[in-house]
């Protein structure tokens, strides 16, 4: 699903959307992306003209007809009648997202001699093209890089560190055709130890880097130079340069035998034999994501004649566009259907809105439409439709269109590129915001009211003042109060940023939590231990096995348990429920988990109860014999079950996410069911003590669902389970994971901040990472952490293993004997971490404890500061609040000597870290 989100069309209203109640959420754009040039803005002209008629409708002038009035600058010329009035004219400059595919093409061939070949790497897409590149010489093992000769090096080239080079592709002479073609050319010296040229292709203007099948390209200089699946030399023949097809070369060229490398290293008994080079041209296609700028020109005019608004749009966007609107009675912006007569192909969606295909323009230049509405609506509401995935609205709201007030207002949206630059950088979010001014942004009262109370609450916590007469309690509960009031902002007008700006913690020795906590976000400085395994309930009495391990875990640092899920269950494991109220799982009885729950209460930990709200599992079958009616002390009947999932036949309305086809997927729209989830949300917190959610399958339904449920509950703590895929090219793991971060960042949005979310993103990258030996991962492209922690990391919860991945399930694993190393990275970076069952009752458990351990001692938080030092091949080194810095991986590491005096403080397998004495 994408989206563009435009600068404010007139004003926000309302806080509440309900055009987002019919229509897909739209995400927004990712941070990266490419920013096209500007058109020229598009103008409206207005001349006299007489009436006509359209469908039925009278209308007091002739609607515009691009295909009939168009000036020779390709702008539509609206002509209107003596006897009407232009009430509001608008043309509005847009961005949207827009794929370009084009190759990377990669040629060796014969060069200036017989002992010198010529590698050409090139690109025909437009950019800012990089080429990232190493050789490996004979002997290397692993994917260790190396610089090359110097000789080697083409102009404007540029060391990195002491393993890569980097070379600007120029633009090449073979570009023809108007289409510019971008490549670097290399040399290389057959005689030369050096087996292969490895190399990523960078776009610096986006910042994405592009592999082979998520691995480096590997272009090999010797005939059995083994292939890991990312070697390029097979397709012979392809190529774009226009000198025509290469062909298998028919010259032989020989290597010579040698007996080290360049650097002098011995390379065994291995002996290079005499195959000829051969030449070869390949091909990989490339997509690339650009902005590209258009326009939609908005004309009201009033009929004197018979009170008739008729309002004309107009928009160079291309192809089949589809305008999905309606109007408002009042100021209430409620959406409704007008009387007919409409325009043609125009169809009823819901009952809620109407569907028009605009017309296009006779020079196929974008597309128009023009609407007829009787008098008594107040404003004309829309968004743009350009296909199932892909909406155009205004800046996260609906177009909004007035009809009152009968005077002209003209405007163009065209900030400067100061302005725009200047908000980006104050807003601080991982995505392309467009270009609109602060004031801009100021869309209501209700918003300012919020915006100046946000910085009332800044003033006041970093005055010096302030610092010495507060409590560290009361300057915590005002960085909270920050918080919660970023996200209420957000919930109004529905900006495209996917997270809200991490404020800076303050200095202090120790930071202790508020008394008193009114969101699902805790503290900052839990440490959650997940209480269970996939086999847990086989005992029959875990809830007993637990109650003795109480002190154990409270002793180790734990300050949150999180517990299996306690409902009567078709499943063993608690995850298809059907009776909520019945307590009475294969982990023990409802008076079990009583005093289970008091006695961590007693030990000083809060309990976390692991709620199943996106299907349950009915207890009869309807008429047709489909098991959808449900009994117990929450009897809903099928009006319970979504209507779009084809298994249990709901009668219910469609699902607000993705269904879980093994149970009846709850309809989370109907009244009735969040009237009973919340009460019974509120019952397990009273009769259990529960102080907070484990969210299971939260991918399934709304995020403003959990919202409601939270406000109503409110939880101590609450994390939510949304777990999709991670991004692949041709299986392997791509280096870029933005858009899957971005996917559960607008989760976390959608509930308005007040809940958390499992950090999959972070556990998947750790992955990667270290099977690979690739610890390069672990930076992003601004040098963040790569996980939903680098982005918004008080509400990232991170873990490397749980009851699915791991356990007897296995469904992934983190990779084996490498776990300390994954939580030294949670256990010292922001974020909540989680720690695994199976990982603290086992061999790990002393390394965990001192882990644990440091993080408290340097009062290590979810909002703390982390200074990436090093993220390469074979070592990934972080600094983090500058009182603790770490290292991971098999690579040389240690910090700096400076004012700072490291101590280590705990050394394992391929990790360290050390502490600021």
């Given amino acids: 699903m994408s989206t563009v989100s435009t600068a404010p069309f007139l004003h926000h209203h309302g806080r509440c959307n309900l055009l987002r109640r019919h229509r897909p959420y739209l995400k927004p754009i990712l941070k990266g992306q490419l920013l096209s040039k500007k058109p020229p803005p598009f103008q409206l002209n207005y001349t006299q003209t007489s009436k006509s008629r359209f469908n039925g ?75 990232h590149w190493g050789v490996s010489y004979v002997g290397d093992v692993g994917s260790e890089w190396d610089q090359p000769p110097l000789d080697m090096r083409p102009p404007c080239s540029i060391s990195i560190k002491d393993y890569a080079i980097e070379t600007p592709l120029e633009i ?122 258009n326009s939609v020109s908005i004309s009201v005019r009033q009929c004197l004649e018979n009170s008739k608004n008729i309002l004309d749009i107009d928009t160079d966007i291309p192809g089949d566009l589809v305008l999905h609107w309606g109007v408002c009675k009042d100021d209430s912006k409620h959406w409704r259907i007008p009387a007919e007569p409409y325009p043609p192909e125009t169809s009823i ?32 509401v829309f968004v743009l439709k350009l296909d199932e995935s892909t909406w155009l609205d205004c800046k996260g709201n609906d177009f909004y269109v007035p009809f009152s007030n009968p005077m002209v207002r003209n405007k163009q949206y065209e ?53 010495k007469t507060k409590s560290k309690e009361a300057q915590e509960g005002i960085l909270h109060e920050i918080e919660k009031l970023a996200a209420e902002a957000y919930s109004i007008f529905r900006s495209s940023m996917p997270t809200f700006p991490e404020t800076e913690t303050l200095e202090a020795e120790v ?58 269950s078709v499943s063993p494991e608690g995850y298809m429920p059907t ?38 599992c009915a207890q009869y079958k309807n008429q047709n014999g489909v098991w959808n009616i449900f009994g117990g002390r929450l009897n809903w009947d099928d009006r319970a079950v979504v209507a779009d999932d084809p298994h249990f036949q709901g009668r219910g309305n469609k699902s607000s996410g993705d269904n879980f086809h093994a149970a009846p997927n709850i309809d989370h729209s109907q009244e009735f069911v969040r009237k009973d989830i919340k009460e019974w949300l509120d019952w397990l917190r009273e009769e259990i003590g529960y102080d907070g959610w484990r969210l299971d399958f939260v991918r399934g339904f709304w995020g403003g669902y959990v919202k409601d449920y939270l406000d109503s509950s409110e939880p101590y703590f609450a994390v939510g389970e949304y777990w999709d895929s991670l991004s692949y090219t041709y299986g392997e793991v791509d280096h870029n994971q933005d858009a899957h971060r971005q996917r559960i960042i607008d989760w976390i949005n959608a509930t308005n901040g007040t809940a958390g979310a499992f950090d999959v993103t972070t556990k ?135 004012p700072e005096n490291w101590c280590l403080a705990i050394e394992g397998r391929d990790y360290k870290v050390w502490e600021n004495s």
């Avoid at 097809?245 to 002996?271: H, W």
């Fill in 57 to 131: 409708a009278c209308f007091c002038s002739s609607r515009f007809d691009p295909a009939q009035a168009l000036n020779p600058s390709g702008a539509a010329i609206v002509e209107t009648s003596e006897s009407s009035i232009i009430t509001f004219t608008e043309t509005f400059h847009l961005r949207r997202p827009e794929k370009v595919e084009g190759k990377i093409s990669i040629k060796l061939d014969k060069g200036k001699s017989e002992d010198y070949w010529q590698l050409i790497v090139g690109c025909s897409l437009p950019g800012k093209w990089v080429l």
């Fill in 172 to 293: 090449s002479s073979a570009s023809t055709g108007g289409e510019t073609f971008y490549e670097v050319k290399i040399d290389v010296n057959t005689n030369s130890s050096i087996e292969a040229i490895n190399f990523v292709l960078k776009d610096e203007e986006s910042g994405y880097w592009y592999q082979h099948r998520g691995r480096d390209f590997k272009v090999p200089l010797l005939d059995d130079l083994q292939d890991n699946g990312n070697v390029v030399r097979t397709k012979k023949g392809l190529g774009i340069w226009p000198a025509g097809t290469l062909g298998q070369l028919s010259a032989a060229l020989l290597k010579p035998e040698v007996a080290a490398d360049l650097k002098g290293e011995d390379t065994g008994e291995r002996s290079l034999r005499k195959i000829p080079l051969q030449g070869f041209c390949e091909e990989h296609p490339v997509v690339k994501e650009i902005i590209v700028d």
């Fill in 349 to 380: 969606f819901k009952n809620k809105a109407l569907r028009t295909h605009l017309q296009q323009k006779a020079n196929g230049h974008g597309s128009w439409g023009s609407f007829s509405l009787d008098e008594g609506y107040s404003a004309f």
């Fill in 415 to 467: 900030p400067t590129q100061s302005e725009g630059a200047e908000q980006s950088e104050e807003i601080g979010s991982p995505v392309v915001l467009e270009n609109a001014s602060k004031s801009d942004l100021a869309v209501s009262a209700y918003t300012d009211e919020i915006i100046n109370e946000i910085r009332n609450l800044v003033s006041d916590i970093s005055s010096g003042k302030s610092r």
């Fill in 511 to 568: 930071l202790q939590p508020p008394v008193k906590i009114s969101s699902g976000t805790g503290t900052g400085f839990e440490i959650l231990c997940q209480g269970f395994n996939w086999e847990s309930h086989k005992s029959g009495k875990w809830y007993l096995d637990l109650h003795e391990k109480a002190s154990e875990l409270s002793s180790l640092g734990f300050t949150v348990i999180w517990l299996p899920p306690p409902t009567d």
């Fill in 579 to 616: 009776d909520l109220y019945n307590l009475n799982s294969r982990y023990g009885n409802i008076d079990q988990l009583k005093l289970l729950v008091k006695r961590f209460h007693e030990v000083g930990m809060k309990v976390l109860g692991d709620v199943v709200l996106n299907h349950r």
């Fill in 764 to 898: 998947g990258i750790l992955h990667a990472a270290l099977e690979r030996c690739e610890y390069w991962r672990l930076s992003d492209a601004q040098g963040k952490p790569p996980g939903v922690v680098g982005w918004w990391p008080s509400r990232a919860v991170t873990f490397i293993e749980n009851h699915d991945t791991g356990s007897t399930q296995g469904h992934w694993r983190f990779p084996g004997g490498k776990e300390m190393q994954g939580y030294a990275y949670i256990l010292t970076h922001p974020g909540t971490p989680s720690v695994f069952h199976d990982h603290i009752f086992s061999e790990y458990l002393s390394e965990i404890s001192s882990l644990i351990s440091i993080r408290k001692r340097n009062n290590i938080h979810c909002r703390s500061l982390v200074q990436i030092l090093k993220a390469e091949r074979d070592v990934y080194a972080a600094m983090i609040d500058e009182k603790l810095t770490m290292k991971i991986g098999p690579g040389h590491f240690e910090p700096s000597s400076g």
